[in-house]
């Protein structure tokens, strides 16, 4: 009954009705926004890991002395299996700088100060980055492949000097394309944002100005009827 009642009274008015119907849309609206961000972010992630997959796979091709003193060609690939663990810090590089230090940075004066704490951050977390998957990998960083023919098992195959080099600049690279583009997304963000405090403004200036000509014209306007 009392539901009833309720239901009734929400009915007979028009007013709350519509109020009421407004918050309904509008928590859809931001529930579908939301969603929308959490798409392009997991999109976003899935493209970084799939590309840094990519860029630190690399192959060649090595000759070795096999047991009976023939040569034996060998076709390697150097996985790198701890992509996931870069993937993680570039994840907290994005949102570390575009939810907490952004904001902190713009409140100082100079643009030095701003560019020298950002890459401060973004090289310390490079830095531990590197001594993290340094750990995983465990010392001399090698790569152990199946033994062919004629080699003892459990043959260990070290990778070209070159190797981990040319992963640490493809690490550097996204990492600086991260940053790029959380740099990006949080200045574009302040531009919307900005620009819908200068929209607001000047309609509520607008209106203020039109309910000040109203209040000029009214009593002028009744005298002459009268």
Wanted: proline share 4%.
């Amino acid at each position: 009954m009392a539901a009833g009642s309720q239901k009734r009274a929400v009915c007979n008015n028009p007013l709350r009705w519509i109020g009421t119907s407004l918050i309904f849309v509008f928590m859809g609206r931001s529930r579908i926004r939301y969603l929308i961000k959490v798409i392009i972010h997991v999109l976003f992630w899935a493209g970084v890991y799939y590309v840094l997959k990519a860029l630190t796979s690399t192959s060649y091709n090595m000759v070795i002395k096999t047991a009976d003193k023939g040569m034996q060609s060998i076709n390697a690939s150097l996985l790198f299996k701890h992509s996931w663990v870069v993937l993680g810090f570039l994840m907290l590089l994005f949102y570390s700088n575009s939810l907490w230090l952004f904001k902190k940075v713009m409140r100082f004066k100079t643009s030095f100060t701003r560019i020298v704490v950002i890459a401060g951050w973004s090289i310390l977390l490079f830095a531990i980055n590197d001594v993290v998957i340094k750990l995983l990998m465990g010392p001399g960083r090698e790569l152990r492949i199946p033994a062919p023919p004629g080699i003892r098992p459990g043959f260990t195959l070290p990778p070209p000097a070159d190797s981990w080099l040319h992963m640490q600049l493809i690490i550097g690279v996204v990492f600086l394309a991260v940053l790029a583009v959380a740099i990006a997304e949080f200045f574009i963000k302040e531009w919307i944002r900005n620009d819908l405090r200068r929209s607001r403004a000047e309609a509520q200036q607008l209106s203020i100005e039109i309910r000040f000509l109203r209040s000029q014209v009214n009593p002028h306007f009744l005298f002459n009827t009268l």
